[in-house]
């Protein structure tokens, strides 16, 4: 029923900023924890960011923190990652994920802890 679009990708020179968008609709937005993962060409899919039920907690994987910046807008039913001092490594496609229901053991860091995902947007940094 959750349905994620991401949005906001595209080209950019080392050095810039992008900031994606997921849209989410299905049930009550407020209740969902949102994480962002990537995917390089190659790798595996690997986490990025997560805000939790609130949007009072924020976890962020080491090679992105202090770049980049993960917030919500209930009112739009949108989770947003900002993303600044943009690097070569941080090129790949970026995917939107929701937690619905509330469990004890949710991490925020694997992808097993997410019921749905959109189909990604890619982000391409230059050298």
């Known amino acids: 029923q959750v349905q994620l679009v991401e949005s906001g990708g595209g080209l950019v020179q080392a050095g810039g900023s992008l900031r994606l968008s997921c849209a989410a609709s299905?049930?009550?937005?407020?209740?969902?924890?949102m994480g962002w993962f990537r995917q390089a060409p190659g790798k595996e899919r690997e986490f990025v960011a997560a805000i939790g039920w609130s949007g009072g907690s924020t976890y962020y994987a080491d090679s992105v923190k202090g770049r980049f910046t993960i917030s919500r807008d209930n009112a739009k039913n949108t989770v947003y990652l900002q993303m600044n001092s943009l690097k070569p490594e941080d090129t790949a496609v970026y995917y939107c994920?929701?937690?619905?229901?509330?469990?004890?053991?949710?991490?925020?860091?694997?992808?097993?802890?997410?019921?749905?995902w959109g189909q990604g947007t890619q982000v391409t940094v230059s050298s």
């Open positions: 299905g049930r009550t937005f407020s209740s969902y924890a």
């Open positions: 994920a929701a937690r619905v229901s509330n469990i004890a053991t949710m991490t925020f860091r694997a992808l097993i802890d997410y019921d749905y």
